[in-house]
């Protein structure tokens, strides 16, 4: 079993900066390939950033390419999501995810086997 805890969301303007946590226990973390989705209601859960074990290997969802950076210290079995340049479009809840094996596209929800609780981001225009 592996357990993730987001940490970070909040309300921002429009323009604005956040930095989301999510730590990982339960397996090594160096084993897990990471990730991070997004959802807002009604809505289906969204591919955002995902990164490989050795964090040379990331992949982005095209609209947040440029604005939002992923990154891991697996030193402190932590996984990171920078988001800058904020638009209220990225309003949503905030996910993070761990994969244990190889991924195929590394950005659908199915190729993921454990999931955090989430954390609210909120883009005020």
């Known amino acids: 079993q592996v357990q993730l805890v987001e940490s970070g969301g909040g309300l921002v303007q429009a323009g604005g900066s956040l930095r989301l946590s999510c730590a990982a226990s339960?397996?090594?973390?160096?084993?897990?390939?990471m990730a991070w989705f997004r959802q807002t209601p009604g809505k289906e859960r969204e591919f955002v950033a995902a990164?490989?074990?050795?964090?040379?290997?990331?992949y982005y969802a095209d609209s947040v390419k440029g604005r939002f950076t992923i990154s891991r210290d697996n030193a402190k079995n932590t996984v990171y999501l920078q988001m800058s340049s904020l638009k209220p479009e990225d309003t949503a809840g905030y996910y993070c995810?761990?994969?244990?094996?190889?991924?195929?596209?590394?950005?659908?929800?199915?190729?993921?086997?454990?999931w955090g609780q989430g954390t609210q981001v909120t883009v005020s225009a």
């Open positions: 339960g397996r090594p973390f160096g084993s897990l390939r």
């Open positions: 995810a761990a994969g244990t094996t190889f991924g195929r596209t590394w950005q659908t929800v199915d190729e993921y086997d454990y």
């Open positions: 990164i490989n074990w050795t964090g040379d290997r990331i």
